[in-house]
Nanobody
Framework: VQLVESGGGLVQEGGSLRLTCTAS????????MGWYRQAPGKQREVVASIMNSGGTNYAASVRGRFTISRDVAKNTMYLQMNSLKPEDTAVYYC?????????????WGQGTQVTVSS
């Protein structure tokens, strides 16, 4: 499975961005997908996740501001980020969680930088 993120950039506080993750390869074996982020000097943290069933989960810090969605037919996942804050500045990574028994548990994209200026 290959994952490619896009849509990052520089935005002012209060602005919006939409991240896109496009998957290719053995996408039918993806069980769930998610967005993670890593700020300088901090550990990578989960931002939001979405199951094949459509169920979603969000980190408390982004709930109500970010929306994760997925277009299974297009093998694409999105993260709509509104009301951005400087503390949202990080490299954002797309992750695909594979079905149990797959040769590898998960796959990661290369990351896309999001910078929010105050």
């Amino acid at each position: 499975v290959q994952l490619v993120e896009s849509g990052g950039g520089l935005v002012q506080e209060g602005g919006s961005l939409r991240l896109t993750c496009t998957a290719s390869g053995s996408t039918s074996s993806i069980n769930a997908m998610g967005w993670y982020r890593q700020a300088p000097g901090k550990q990578r943290e989960v931002v939001a996740s979405i199951m094949n069933s459509g169920g979603t989960n969000y980190a408390a810090s982004v709930r109500g501001r970010f929306t994760i969605s997925r277009d299974v037919a297009k093998n694409t996942m999105y993260l709509q980020m509104n009301s951005l804050k400087p503390e949202d500045t990080a490299v954002y990574y797309c992750c695909a969680i594979m079905v149990p028994g797959w040769m590898k548990n998960d796959y990661w994209g290369q990351g896309t930088q999001v910078t929010v200026s105050s």
